[in-house]
């Protein structure tokens, strides 16, 4: 079980579209739709932002979406704005009740 | 309104055995569908999923680390509570717990940090 591997740094300005990737394999990923996304800030605790692979909890801006092909799952932040800078995390179902995060991502807003 | 608060020692030496527990308010573990995990995160890097225990009781471990962890609940506390045996210094993190509900952690502790160190 290893980890699911996200690019170490996105930036974008404020205003633009980004997209941060996750990439698994057929045995977590690729097999369920039930991908989450996580927001951290320095020195908080994650924030859930997406689950099963699209869908936006309540309170969640609508300026976050998730989609997902084959083994490689995506969370697009529109809109940027400076609050959004933060470190980002996928995570994925991987059968038997357990799971795996992904390597993380900064976000930068220039 | 959920909550969740993680306690434990801020500092254990190596070979010794660390136990973390996490308070729940605001739900019970009782609850058909629930369940609460433990997830780390060593400074600056990124976040590995633990363990997990489900309201009836099932239990589910990383891979990687089941021979040295074991999680149990006490629904009458509404605490649950992880060991970690056979600690070393790469273990040293910030520890969370999360409520599940469903196939994601929506609520998080604050977490607790632990130093592995002599």
């Known amino acids: 079980q290893s980890a699911l591997t996200q690019p170490a740094s996105v930036s974008g300005s404020p205003g633009q579209s980004i997209s941060i990737s996750c990439t698994g394999t057929?045995?977590?990923?690729?097999?369920?739709?039930?991908v989450s996304w996580y927001q951290q800030h320095p020195g908080k605790a994650p924030k859930l932002m997406i689950y099963?692979?699209?869908k936006r909890p309540s309170g969640v801006s609508n300026r976050f979406s998730g989609s997902k092909s084959g083994n490689t799952a995506s969370l697009t932040i529109s809109g940027l704005q400076a609050e959004d800078e933060a470190d980002y995390y996928c995570?994925?179902?991987?059968?038997?009740?357990?799971?795996?995060f992904g390597t993380g991502t900064k976000v930068t807003v220039l | 309104q959920i909550t969740l608060k993680e306690s434990g020692p801020t500092l254990v030496k190596p070979t010794q055995t660390l136990t973390l527990t996490c308070t729940l308010s605001?739900?019970?573990?009782?609850?058909?569908?629930?369940?609460v995990g433990w997830i780390r995160q060593p400074p600056g890097k990124a976040l590995e999923w633990l363990a997990l225990?489900?309201?009836?009781?099932?239990?589910r471990y990383s891979p990687s680390l089941k021979s040295r962890l074991t999680i149990t609940k006490d629904t009458s506390k509404n605490q649950v509570v992880l060991t970690m045996t056979n600690m070393d210094p790469v273990d040293t993190a910030t520890y969370y717990c999360a409520h599940s509900h469903g196939y994601h952690f929506d609520c998080w502790g604050q977490g607790t940090p632990v130093t592995v160190s002599s």
């Open positions: 995570c994925s179902y991987a059968g038997s009740s357990t799971y795996v």
């Open positions: 605001g739900f019970s573990l009782s609850t058909s569908g629930v369940g």
């Open positions: 099963e692979d699209s």
């Open positions: 057929s045995s977590d990923v690729g097999s369920y739709n039930l």
């Open positions: 225990i489900y309201w009836d009781d099932d239990k």
